[in-house]
């Protein structure tokens, strides 16, 4: 049997075997807008339709067959497009009264609809919100351009050895406006500890401000003397002060209470300084004096809080650049306090061992990931789960708490994101509620040890816990059974209360098929974004990108549609070795030199964090990621550098970095020293039978919800000095023990609060959001405040039944 065309020099039909025909060209036709064959049922090209100059043997070969996809018909629609128009010319004989294919799709202009009540709200929050967003923005220009740095001048003298006083009067060091002002700020230069370590020693300089008051018209009245109380800064023996290098510390005074009575009477001030070294101090001063008050102060430091939460909590704008903005104002606060910060400074406010430390890491998964090693692992698992859900996970979140208890949290964080993700994709799971299980897990197992979270790690190593009997060995028994206690009762109430039904978290396949093609517009839409209109090149790949993302965004509207038919349910078992097989097809390790590389510089580096702990090396976190990283770059050959840069998430390391300048600022303002100094207060008025109880309630509770919407290292850096002041005070007898484990427990916990409250909580969320997967505030707090308030309330129950039944202390 032979077919049939009409030659293109004669008007004579000639034979050509079947066999040369292959698939036809899709036709889009404009009436229906469905693919139809060229030739379906016709044996006969007419004359007034298109014509092939060469035989039918030249059609390429399509992928039109009755199991492709929308995209692999749509994409080859578009190559029988092309070559259409290299191969088929126009016969210009009369057009036949009949519908014609055309050769592309006609741009259909929507008729504009009149705006309804939400499209005139959506109006105006659009412009609501750019209009006070660039208002801030006027505001921080002026204020920085009319307002300049601080600039002060340090007064050097010598702090004579042996607890021997000696004054410096203010008006030395060019002071004498400060009388009329409410805040003395006083600035000390000299060879200090470092903040997190000024508790390690036993030598120190105090300082106190001292006011002599006496009546102007009697000279020979008794002299009234003022002194607050003294400050303590951390030094290091006298004999390794040479060669320190000199640090900064700024603490602050207020006198607007004696403003008043100053009118009235002579007043003289002094810095009195004394220090217990064995030999004399070098010591720089400088004060600054501002009209603000301490409640000013506070009250500004709230309003920078609550504006960053806002932004955050409603997704107006991307929390990275919310951290931004609030962190620019913030600065301008500083400056309208007349404490405006240089850039060096603002340079050294930020955590570069943090910021080290997640960069490496996120150059070291990107390579990893090249490897297909988190597919084959999440492939893997399902096979060991046999598709059980909630054994894969719940295995899964035992491994993270595991590994967070001996490793850096944001390391394993980063090293199982990528494989949470893969594993709910495998097992048709809603990621993003296994992942925030996973963070709270990760941030629950960080606390059992004296090394899983930077909160404990500043209390261990503090050495006025260590001579209260804080050491590694007893710090990580108490935790570890209290957190053994909190994840039970945890795991308990996420599997049979929070996602009791799988259904909650087990997606099906029509939702599946809409998330997928859903992060798939996303990710096209974004490597859209990527590239720049400026050259020809580049906005011709822009164009067609943004055809591809219209194509799928009309197949999402389709797919949304209610469906017709009805799904045959295939058994559980056949199921699983259906998926099983196609899966360890799909997923294979794609490059196992690499694999080996990766694996042999990744455990090089593990090696490194876990040394930490021993003295006498000189090598941190931040420098091991990084090392490693670099070594990883080394050692792989023809990999594309670029592409990996560009896949580390440089928005999380810029929220990062604006946030560390929202802490300072606070911290600046007073909003730490208040919180610490309330607690103490309220301690200090509850009768003495229950004070106990109330401490540890009270710093536990505070440090928890601190903790949610604070960083957790000033707190607990803040926290240190009053517990330590607490459990020594005589007329209190507070032992030291409860207070250290309620502070741990708060500190560490409180962290699954927000999506704010640890580092770990980022970092998921911006590997996540690479993934397609979006971790909003309201999101993550729905999840995360529960959890956090059932696990503090079982770590203040634990410690309740130790301290309180047992008498563990």
């Not at 370590?197 to 006011?211: A, C, E």
């Not at 050259?535 to 197949?555: A, G, I, N, P, T």
Request: proline share 5%; aromatic share 10%.
């Amino acid at each position: 049997m032979a077919a049939k065309a009409l030659s293109d020099s004669s008007g004579e039909y000639l034979p050509i075997p079947v066999s040369c025909i292959r698939d036809p060209p899709k036709w889009r036709d404009d009436r229906r807008c469905e693919k139809v064959p060229l030739v379906k049922s016709v044996p006969f090209v007419k004359s007034d339709s298109f014509v092939p100059a060469n035989s039918y043997s030249t059609f390429p070969t399509l992928l039109g067959t009755a199991e492709s996809k929308d995209e692999e018909e749509s994409s080859s629609c578009e190559l029988s497009d092309e070559w259409l128009k290299r191969h088929f010319s126009a016969r210009k004989f009369p057009r036949s009264t009949r519908h014609e294919p055309q050769l592309s799709e006609p741009e259909f202009t929507p008729m504009p609809q009149p705006w309804g009540f939400k499209e005139w709200v959506a109006f105006i929050r659009t412009w609501f919100r750019i209009a006070v967003m660039a208002t801030i923005c006027c505001l921080d220009v002026v204020l920085l351009s009319m307002i300049a740095e601080k600039k002060y001048r340090l007064h050097l003298t010598s702090v004579p050895p042996n607890e021997t006083e000696q004054e410096v009067p203010l008006e030395l060091l060019g002071s004498k406006a400060s009388e009329n002002y409410q805040t003395l700020k006083v600035i000390f230069s000299g060879p200090f500890l470092p903040e997190v370590y000024r508790n390690l020693s036993q030598y120190s300089l105090n300082s106190s401000l001292v006011v002599r008051m006496m009546p102007w018209d009697d000279p020979i009245a008794d002299v009234i003397e003022l002194v607050t109380k003294d400050i303590s800064i951390g030094l290091l023996p006298y004999k390794y002060l040479v060669g320190t290098e000199n640090s900064i510390v700024t603490h602050t005074f207020e006198q607007g209470h004696l403003l008043h009575a100053c009118l009235k009477m002579r007043c003289e001030r002094f810095i009195r300084l004394s220090s217990n070294l064995n030999g004399p101090l070098p010591v720089g001063l400088a004060l600054l004096a501002y009209r603000t008050t301490a409640d000013e102060n506070l009250l500004f430091a709230g309003l920078i809080l609550l504006g960053l939460y806002i932004l955050i909590s409603f997704e107006i704008i991307h929390r990275t650049l919310a951290t931004m903005i609030v962190a620019t104002t913030g600065v301008c606060v500083l400056a309208y306090i007349d404490e405006r910060p240089s850039m060096s400074q603002l340079a050294t406010w930020m955590d570069v061992e943090t910021l080290s430390l997640l960069f490496g890491m996120m150059v070291v998964v990107s390579v990893l990931s090249e490897t297909g090693l988190f597919d084959w692992f999440a492939v893997r698992a399902y096979k060991l789960a046999k598709g059980a859900a909630w054994s894969v996970v719940t295995i899964l979140l035992a491994t993270v708490a595991i590994t967070s208890a001996f490793l850096d949290n944001v390391t394993t964080i980063l090293l199982m994101t990528p494989i949470t993700i893969r594993l709910c994709e495998v097992m048709e799971l809603e990621p993003i509620p296994v992942l925030l299980l996973m963070i709270m897990y990760s941030n629950i197992g960080g606390t059992a040890t004296a090394i899983g979270d930077p909160p404990n790690v500043l209390i261990v190593s503090d050495k006025k816990m260590q001579e209260g009997g804080i050491y590694f060995g007893n710090f990580t028994l108490h935790m570890l059974i209290g957190v053994l206690f909190v994840t039970v009762g945890v795991h308990f109430f996420v599997r049979y209360y929070l996602f009791k039904e799988l259904n909650k978290v087990k997606r099906t396949e029509a939702e599946e098929a809409e998330d997928d093609l859903e992060r798939e517009i996303w990710m096209w839409q974004r490597a859209e974004s990527s590239f720049s209109p400026y050259s020809r090149q580049e906005l011709f790949v822009r164009k067609m990108l943004d055809k591809k993302v219209r194509r799928l965004k009309r197949r999402l509207t389709k797919r949304k549609k209610p469906a017709t038919a009805h799904n045959v349910q295939e058994p559980a078992d056949a199921k699983f070795q259906m998926n099983l097989r196609k899966l360890e097809e799909k997923y294979k390790i794609r490059d196992w030199v690499l694999l080996v590389k990766c694996l042999i510089v990744l455990t090089v580096m593990m090696v490194g964090f876990f040394a930490q702990a021993v003295e006498g090396l000189q090598i941190s976190l931040g420098w091991v990621a990084v090392l490693g990283a670099l070594t990883l770059l080394a050692v792989t050959d023809g990999l594309d550098v670029e592409a990996v840069l560009a896949r580390v998430e440089w928005t999380t390391l810029l929220f990062f970095g604006s946030l560390f300048i929202i802490m300072e600022t606070l911290k600046r303002l007073g909003l730490l020293d208040y919180i610490g100094l309330q607690i103490e207060t309220v301690i200090l008025a509850v009768s003495p039978q229950y004070r106990l109880l109330a401490a540890v309630s009270l710093v536990i509770w505070t440090s928890a919800f601190a903790s949610s919407f604070i960083d957790n290292i000033p707190f607990t850096a803040m926290m240190i000095g009053i517990i330590t002041r607490l459990a020594s005070s005589s007329g209190l007898n507070l032992p030291l023990e409860p207070l250290v484990w309620a502070l741990s427990f708060g500190a560490c916990l409180g962290g699954n609060g927000t999506l704010i409250g640890a580092s770990a909580n980022v970092v998921c969320a911006g590997v996540a959001g690479q993934h397609g997967y979006k971790i909003s505030f309201l999101r993550f707090m729905r999840t995360g405040m529960p959890i956090m308030i059932l696990s503090v309330f079982l770590a203040h129950a634990y410690l309740i039944i130790c301290h309180f039944v047992f008498v563990w202390h």
